[in-house]
């Protein structure tokens, strides 16, 4: 079974090729958007992760 960190960065991933196309036109600039959202998702879900962890469900 896959864990969940590397379904989200999976995810993150997709998303961040998706948006790169639709956003930029050059494949340079699609390329550091892409990097650039992709760091974004990964680090915010992340922290979100580590502050909710201390709060129970």
Same mark, same amino acid.
């Given at each position: 079974?896959a864990?969940?960190f590397? *379904?989200? =960065? $999976?995810? %993150?991933?997709?998303?961040?090729?998706?948006?790169? /196309?639709?956003?930029?036109?050059? !494949?340079?600039?699609?390329?550091?958007?892409?990097? =650039?959202?992709?760091?974004?998702? /990964?680090?915010? %879900?992340? =922290? *979100?992760?580590? $502050?909710?962890? !201390?709060f !129970? *469900?």
């Open positions: 079974m864990s969940h590397i *379904l989200m =960065v $999976l995810f %993150a991933g997709f998303v961040s090729l998706v948006f790169s /196309v639709l956003m930029r036109d050059e !494949p340079a600039e699609q390329a550091r958007f892409g990097g =650039v959202l992709f760091a974004g998702f /990964v680090l915010a %879900a992340t =922290v *979100l992760a580590w $502050l909710m962890y !201390p !129970p *469900l």
